[in-house]
């Protein structure tokens, strides 16, 4: 691969979902907005992507999942399956959340519009899923921008000033309130 690419549609699903994130050896942080189950390929058996997140969290891989909303009922049924995640995933919503990325290792960066769902990051059929758009880079300074706006969130930069934290149950719970 180049440096930077542009990618779309399923080749999003191709070079982040089925190359890069697998290849994750230290650290996984995973951004999106909406956050819906997903099935993969995995030595040709459709699984979720829960399941290849575990695998990864078994062989020591910190995951990072920044997302704006609770998950569907479907992706909430199938982490239970994995209690691995428990412990090699960390979560952080945050309400705000619109942008989407993946860095796996500080050396990979995707960065687009899909969605960490089947039709957004082009795992469904066709005719089922979104038109969707992006940029993958192994660019040190692009990889190291992209991590730096993740990290920012996740370490709650924008927490004290912002206005919709009412709505943000992590910082509920951090301030002990109740729900």
């Not at 993969?40 to 078994?58: C, H, I, Q, Y």
């Not at 982490?79 to 412990?87: I, S, T, V």
């Not at 960390?90 to 796996?104: N, T």
Request: positive net charge; glycine residues 8%; aromatic residues 10%.
């Amino acid at each position: 691969m180049n440096d930077t690419a542009f990618i779309t549609d399923q080749q999003i699903y191709e070079k982040v979902i089925l190359d890069a994130i697998p290849r994750a050896v230290k650290y996984l942080w995973l951004a999106t907005s909406d956050l819906k189950d997903l099935y993969v390929n995995k030595r040709s058996r459709m699984v979720p992507f829960l399941e290849v997140l575990s695998d990864l969290a078994e062989n020591g891989v910190r995951i990072r999942l920044l997302h704006a909303k609770e998950p569907g009922p479907a992706f909430r049924a199938d982490f239970d399956k994995y209690p691995g995640l428990l412990r090699g995933m960390e979560r952080v919503l945050c309400p705000r959340v619109h942008f989407k990325s993946v860095i796996v290792d500080g050396l990979f960066a995707y960065a687009g519009s899909a969605n960490l769902t089947g039709a957004g990051m082009g795992a469904k059929g066709i005719h089922k899923r979104n038109f969707e758009n992006g940029i993958v880079t192994r660019e040190p300074g692009l990889v190291r921008s992209i991590m730096e706006q993740f990290d920012s969130i996740w370490r709650g930069t924008h927490c004290e000033g912002c206005r919709r934290k009412h709505y943000c149950a992590d910082y509920r719970q951090l301030l002990g309130l109740e729900f």
